[in-house]
């Protein structure tokens, strides 16, 4: 499946319990990898706000557990990743770098 196609796609956990749908992909492009999935924008001049939001409104890829008509996530926490506990670690989003938005 490409990527441009989890866009706009509902995200459920495990339990049933829908979060929301997917906005944006966050992708680590040194591995070209998908890392996270926005269910909200990104874009606010607070960083605190914009933490908040990474944190909250946001589904680390790891705990995808099937992706078909929606997709369904686990609601155990993963660990962070080294890049992912950087701050300063900037987030690549599809709709950025593909001009479908602005992050």
């Not at 992909?25 to 070209?32: A, E, R, S, V, Y």
């Not at 890829?61 to 670690?89: G, L, M």
């Amino acid at each position: 499946m490409k990527a441009s196609h989890l866009v706009g796609m509902e995200v459920y956990t495990d339990s049933g319990k829908m979060l929301g749908k997917i906005f944006d992909l966050i992708i680590d492009l040194q591995k070209g990898a998908v890392v996270r999935l926005t269910l909200e924008p990104i874009s606010t001049n607070s960083r605190e706000a914009a933490r908040r939001i990474f944190l909250e409104k946001t589904v680390s890829f790891k705990n995808v557990k099937a992706i078909n008509q929606i997709v369904i996530v686990s609601v155990q926490p993963e660990e962070a990743t080294p890049a992912e506990q950087r701050e300063d670690a900037p987030p690549h989003s599809f709709r950025y770098r593909y001009g479908h938005g602005r992050l």
